[in-house]
């Protein structure tokens, strides 16, 4: 009798509550982490073909938590702390500044930074690698045309990634697309150009559908609009063909499509610290 009564509370809760109990938590989550801002105040450093007025602009800079079972992945690491709290001066061609630390956002959600297990990396600027070095226990995830370029200057730019450049920690140098976790949940895109082995990441999440994360595939809507090219990229053959499969990526899977720099795009996503499931 009392089994069936606790039986039928659980059918109530059930129907007011929409059925959510831990062990019905969904597969999947997506959290959008705030990475920094920038005051660019030469524009047309990302145009080859100066397609932009004067600035300055502002940009931003962002970086995701998802949650595939218990397995938690970040991806980008964005601004080093360093530059926490800097204020903008105008001067430079590109300045930028930090509001929080990744730390502590996941502190919010009731993260440990050793809980992090995976953290992908979209390519080896010091804006997406700023903070990987709070997560030393993760497996490192990045292209492996970014991996030898992080190589190749350990002092400069590999720096932010030490641990793992000197084999202390796990460093999965990818080729091409990779299914981070064998189910095609969770796929880095090969979208080399702006960095020789620069990533997207495309997400399938249960309720919401495809999310593509650009990287810095493009760096803000205009960018995209118009096939702009940054005449700080790689390579401007590979950077038309990554944005060309960028939108075609989005189109075919009627995906919600992020730039992570446009702060238009912030509210594609949930505010945190809620999440896209
Ligand atoms: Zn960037």
């Given at each position: 009798m009392m089994q069936r009564s606790m039986r039928l509370m659980g059918v109530v809760f059930c129907l007011f509550a929409g059925c959510v109990r831990a062990a019905d938590k969904p597969a999947m989550e997506l959290w959008r982490l705030d990475c920094g801002k920038f005051q660019i105040n030469n524009v047309n450093l990302f145009s080859d073909v100066d397609a932009y007025g004067p600035g300055p602009k502002q940009l931003i800079g962002s970086c995701y938590l998802i949650r595939h079972g218990d397995t938690y992945m970040l991806w980008d690491t964005g601004l080093p702390v360093d530059v926490l709290n800097k204020p903008f001066t105008g001067k430079d061609d590109i300045e930028s500044s930090?509001?929080?630390?990744?730390?502590?956002?996941?502190?919010?959600?009731?993260?440990?930074?050793?809980?992090?297990?995976?953290?992908?990396?979209?390519?080896?600027?010091?804006?997406?690698?700023?903070?990987?070095?709070?997560?030393?226990?993760?497996?490192?995830?990045?292209?492996?045309?970014?991996?030898?370029?992080?190589?190749?200057?350990?002092?400069?730019?590999?720096?932010?990634?030490?641990?793992?450049?000197?084999?202390?920690?796990?460093?999965?140098?990818?080729?091409?697309?990779?299914?981070?976790?064998?189910?095609?949940?969770?796929?880095?895109?090969?979208?080399?150009?702006?960095?020789?082995?620069?990533?997207?990441?495309?997400?399938?999440?249960?309720?919401?559908?495809?999310?593509?994360?650009?990287?810095?595939?493009?760096?803000?809507?205009?960018?995209?609009?118009?096939?702009?090219?940054?005449?700080?990229?790689?390579?401007?053959?590979?950077?038309?063909?990554?944005?060309?499969?960028?939108?075609?990526?989005?189109?075919?899977?009627?995906?919600?499509a992020i730039i992570q720099h446009e702060p238009n795009d912030v509210k594609k996503l949930p505010t945190f610290p809620l999440s896209a499931k």
């Open positions: 930090l509001n929080i630390t990744l730390v502590d956002q996941l502190k919010q959600l009731g993260l440990k930074p050793e809980q992090i297990g995976i953290v992908g990396l979209s390519h080896y600027h010091f804006d997406h690698t700023g903070q990987a070095a709070a997560f030393p226990q993760a497996k490192l995830m990045i292209g492996r045309g970014d991996a030898e370029q992080l190589r190749a200057n350990p002092e400069g730019r590999g720096k932010a990634v030490t641990h793992w450049l000197k084999g202390d920690g796990n460093l999965d140098a990818v080729d091409g697309d990779r299914d981070v976790f064998g189910d095609r949940s969770v796929v880095m895109i090969n979208l080399p150009g702006h960095t020789p082995g620069h990533h997207g990441l495309l997400i399938k999440l249960p309720v919401t559908g495809y999310v593509l994360l650009s990287g810095d595939a493009v760096h803000f809507a205009e960018n995209l609009a118009t096939d702009g090219v940054p005449s700080f990229n790689d390579d401007r053959a590979q950077s038309l063909a990554s944005m060309a499969r960028f939108k075609a990526l989005a189109a075919n899977h009627k995906a919600i």
